[in-house]
């Protein structure tokens, strides 16, 4: 059987349990240790003897231990290929994996600026200020390509051709994490809006959405519940 190491409040481990879940693919989970004080400290031997990055997700299949969301999708499609994750043709393909990408690194970028929110303020209040002044800044280029993506979507069902992919999967992790961390609303951007919605009403995204909830409810005071 599978086995995930994951986070609870890991962007990057939900995206691949969204993926089992999808491919309805039986595993086991272990999550690792994670408070806002500490943040991974101290690491999972697991994670440690798998990932030279130190970080989660890690899936280990016998004597086979992977890390990497995306590297982990490509193993999960190869296995499972059915329903697929990734479109038909070469050229979707390679368009469906950039925009995987962009949700995981570019459009991640301005979000790293909103997790702070997530902390007990700074004890120094210099420190503290800079940190709410980045994370406007942010919300403001959030913004920008919430406009852009809204327009991409706007009159598709997914992102890449006609069913769900790895860049649905992505966006919809990285754009829950703008909204758990009060980033800006969806409703303004009604195509993109609809697609989240679509996407919530999957088991596999609600089941992902709902845990994260409950686990910032107990990790995360500083959200205001
Ligand atoms: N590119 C990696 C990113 C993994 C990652 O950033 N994991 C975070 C949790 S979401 C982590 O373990 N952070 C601890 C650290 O970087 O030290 C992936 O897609 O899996």
């Known amino acids: 059987m599978l086995k995930l190491y994951l986070g609870a ?16 693919i039986p595993y086991e989970r272990e999550f690792v240790a ?24 890690v899936l280990v299949d016998g004597d086979l231990a992977l890390y990497d969301s995306t590297v982990i ?6 296995l499972y290929p059915g329903p697929p994750l990734y479109p038909a043709s070469p050229q979707d393909r390679a368009r469906c994996r950039l925009l ?26 210099a420190i503290h200020a800079g940190r709410i002044a980045a994370g406007l800044a942010a919300e403001e ?9 809204d327009r991409r979507v706007a009159g598709s069902i997914f992102f890449c051709g006609t069913h769900l992919t790895v860049a649905d999967i992505g966006l ?26 679509r996407l919530l009403g999957r088991p596999a ?10 686990a910032d409810r107990e990790l995360s005071p500083a959200l205001g519940g």
């Open 9 to 24: 409040l890991s962007l990057f481990s939900r995206k691949v349990e969204i993926a089992l879940g999808e491919k309805n």
């Open 34 to 57: 994670f408070t806002q004080e500490k943040g991974y400290e101290p690491r999972h031997p697991a994670v440690l003897a798998a990932n030279p990055k130190r970080q989660v997700p």
């Open 73 to 78: 999708f490509e193993y999960l499609e190869e």
């Open 100 to 125: 995987e990408l962009d949700a995981d690194e570019i459009l991640f970028a301005p979000v790293r600026n909103l997790l702070f929110r997530t902390e007990p303020p700074h004890a120094d209040p």
């Open 141 to 149: 280029s959030l913004k920008e390509r919430f406009a852009g993506l």
């Open 172 to 197: 919809f992790m990285t754009i829950l994490f703008t909204q758990r961390l009060k980033g800006p609303a969806l409703d303004p951007y009604p195509g993109l809006a609809a697609w989240y919605r």
């Open 205 to 214: 995204f609600a089941k992902a959405a709902a845990e994260i909830a409950a």
